[in-house]
């Protein structure tokens, strides 16, 4: 029932003209990236060369090509995401779910899984073009799998949040600039280093959690961490539309 | 007659914070009924609908449907249900065929037999035409009957349809009433209006909310049986005096109108028409007209949410119509 809904909300999301250009300007953008990272690459070859240990094609081109694409879909999620709830509100479409044989958490499940695969589709696209690299030599698949993993953590998060925005209003402009805003400082809380908290404040950070993934590095806690900020925000979503019906 | 009851409401309210929306309200459906739900706008129809529907949480009360209860068993007791909101939930960039297909996997109709459900329910709403095309560029009225194809496609033993004609063209009014009383032979049906005439061509029990009360509950029988009755207007040439014709056995009030005619109540069981005419004739009134009125759903309505009553003698008439017939149904206020 679950993957009814889902199939449904990225069936939907095709159907509309902003999945394709989102797909289209961000693997723009990322393909802009990976050229310039490539060029760099191609500079210090020579030194690198010199350089002793294994540091490679991987570490130049795509653990920062993944950084970037973290902060490109950090702009882009809330994009996509400001739909999902919103426009069914708008479109009084709702009571079709909710006087459907189904649950809340079936209902909040069914739309985040239709999103995030097709955030899942956008990261698979993007890791092409380092696969691309392979026509010509080697990667570090272990690297490459670290960064893909954490990536695709960092996206359910950025998922689950904006589906929780687009729960709480009407107003798909409203949806997305919480969402925004509220990943921005999820993001830049690791700025906080001084004064009491400080440390609390920035382990709560997103993009610490992130970037050991990014260098390879794989940690459970991390995981922990981002499936943790996943289920929070869906449970956060399953009450607030709960309260939908409860309110007034 | 009395078939299983499909659909029971006890003692049911809603507040929106102080505001008492709805006002312990309770009633039954059964099997093959169609229920109408009448009230001016903002009376509570539309809140006890999505209560019924398991869209909105009730304040207190309880709910059966197919002897589930909603919040103790809501998969069960939605699985049992079929709803039309006020605005049909279509998505109006899917096709009809896309859309419901949606629709019956939602409903957890298994895979091999949503093709089938999909294809009767097209053909109950004669959507046969439109199946391939985007729901977006029908018109209202085709929308409308996605709207109802959608709620029925899962075969509920209760459907619910709130104001499933409003805005809708003549000739599509027909056709969705027709398609209401085609789908109360098999299913019970409760449909919300504030067209008058809409329940007394469609519905067999009639309920009649105003603020938040259930101030009327009876079969369609019952009412048209009040609504013959008890008023003649009659015009003479030479006006008697209206003190004699009070007297004649059976009137119980008479009043001039403006326009020179005469209003004369009478009780429904004793009919004085036939004592008028004979006076008339032996005392040259010069009697020029003689309507028997029944009194419509209107007069009652519109009584009965006034929450008036007794000022007018057309009131007195129907002064008893505020207890409810069904004693069994029980829970008034």
Redo the contacts between chains.
Sequence with gaps: ?IF??AR?ELR?LF??PLAWIILAVVEFILAWMFLQHIESFLTIQSQLLGMSGEYGITEVVVSPLFGNTAFVLLLVVPLISMRLVTEERR?????????????MTEIVLGKYLGLYAFLLILLLLITLMPLSLLAGGGLDFGLLASGLLGLALLTGGFAAVGLFMSTLTQHQTVAAVSTFGTLLIFWLLDWARSGTGAGALAYLSLLNHTEPFLKGLFDTRDVVYHLLFIGTFLALSVRRLDMD??G? | MHHTTLLQVNELSRFYGPLQAVKNISFEVRQGEVLGFLGPNGAGKTTTMQMLTGNLAPSQGRIMVAGHDLFENPRAAKAAIGYLPEQPPVYRDLTVDEYLDYCAALNRIVRGKRRAARDAAKDKCSLNEVGRRLIGNLSKGFQQRVGIAQAIIHLPPVIILDEPTAGLDPIQIREIRHLVRELGKEHSVILSTHILTEVQTVCSHVQIINKGELVLNVSSDDLAQRMQSSVLTLRFRNMPDLSVIEKIAGVKNVESADDGSLRVYHEPSSDPTEALVTRSVEQHWGLAALIPQRASLEDIFLELTKGDVSQTGAAATHGDVRTPQDAENGGQP
């Design positions: 029932m009814t809904i449904h939907r159907l509309s479109n009084k479409t709702l009571p079709l779910l909710f006087s459907a044989p189904l649950s019906r409860l007034g």
